[in-house]
């Protein structure tokens, strides 16, 4: 339930839309509780930048004997030898229980760092505080200077409010963004914020820790959502718990970190100075990393005839994908599909950003909502596309029955630009040449340094227009067979993921689905 907060603390979101020829723009905010991606780091040949991190609920200095001692708190952030440092439950001169002490401030001093702060929580100075606000909130220290970029509160709130604090640290010469939080107990709370929390972090492009108290354990759906598109730098280890401190059960604190980083040495930190225990990780910063997949989904028709969107998403669910080209989608189109408009469904159901383009369009009738009725193709991701000035929509010359099409989207991965081109060739294989053809002439600006090709390109490896595609891409599955289609009894591949090189392709597989009379494929990619 939305609640006002001081005009200082609110947040307004823009949403706003653009019609261009051939196209249709909306970006969807993410807000699904699907399963998380489980991302893996693997160790950069050659790390941009390295540090060690900690992530501390220090519960205003009060340990689990009840006792204020903030100089203990000191001595377990400075034996750990973290770098950064992310704080929950600090006072600014808070309380009488912590002697209207300026924590951060004190912290910072006896440890010889930089400091920010968020407060969440504020009451009037008294005399007892040196007639200085009251604050309670979160901190982060560091051994390198601290830009604020910003510090804001969440719309959603029980008792008292809960914010985000984002930050700039460069390390090793290279910019990191730190988050501090911490999450609501509360359960619909918490998603609220999550979503929110979300949505600010994907406003910056850049490699990201986010850190604190996140009050969920690692199989709550807010955490899976969270690690769709964050590594987990205890993933896998099941029993690294983190409260309370005199006999950990649950783990609620966390350090996550965008796909371009490396946890190591991940550990938690036995003390009584708190009622949690701190958690650090030593981390590397390095290629930025996803699961791309290109499914052809007949507009949700499966082999059996029957179209069932739902079948769809969960296959793309199920394959923890953070990037989908999908072809052959219905908006608005026709009575086989309901006129549902699939790409804003799925999108909504899946919590993902889209774009797409029309290649076969008819007039609005009542009952498509009077809204165009569109085909074509498109994506999903869970990283921010960027808008129609880095977006690039061509309708081949050549066609027989219908237009056919490229799409061009920036997407952004972390520090990095991954430019995905969609597209669906014709019918015919002079038609389907002559559009490779025509596709290969706009595949080429110097500038763009990642590239990836996903679609359904109709025709078989080594053949003429897949040649052309290869003469300057690698499919991903050069050398295996990889049959796509029909799904119930492939025999041929028609559907493809081509990478550019310093794009670099592993993990490719096919999946078996009868959700669609394609088979969709998946790989893992590094850009590198």
Known sequence: MKKNIRQTFLFLTLVWCAGMLFS???????????????????????????????SYNIHAGIGIDGVYNLQRIADVIRNSGADVITLNEVHKNYDASTNYEDQVTWLATELGMYSAFQKTTWKSPIAASGNKERQFGHAILSKYPIEVRNARIFTAYITHYHGLLETRIVVDGHPILFYSTHLAVDSATLSQQRQQLRTWMDESAGTKILMGDLNAVPTNANILSLKETLVDSFEGAVTSYTFKANNPTIRIDYILGSSNITFSNSQVISTQASDHLPIVSDVSVGAS?????????????????????????????????????LNEIDRNYDPRSNYVDQLAWLASELGMYYEFQKTTWKSPIAASGNKERQFGHGVLSKYPIGDSSQQGRWIYADYSTHYMGLLKVRISVNANPLYVYITNLGSTAAERLSQAQEMMSYVTPPNHTWKVIAGTISDIPGSAPVGEITASFTDVFSGQTAYTYPANAPDRRVDYIFVKSPVAASNASVISSLASTHLPIICDIEMQ
């Open 289 to 325: 990393k996803l699961r791309l997949m290109q499914y052809n989904m007949r507009h949700g028709e499966g082999t059996d005839g029957v179209v069932n969107l739902q079948r769809i998403a969960d296959v793309i669910r199920a394959s923890k994908a953070q990037v989908v080209v």
């Open 24 to 54: 249709c723009k909306k970006s969807v905010k993410p807000n699904d509780d699907s399963p998380g991606a489980g991302l893996r780091s693997n160790a950069p040949a050659t790390p941009l930048a390295e540090l060690k991190v900690m």
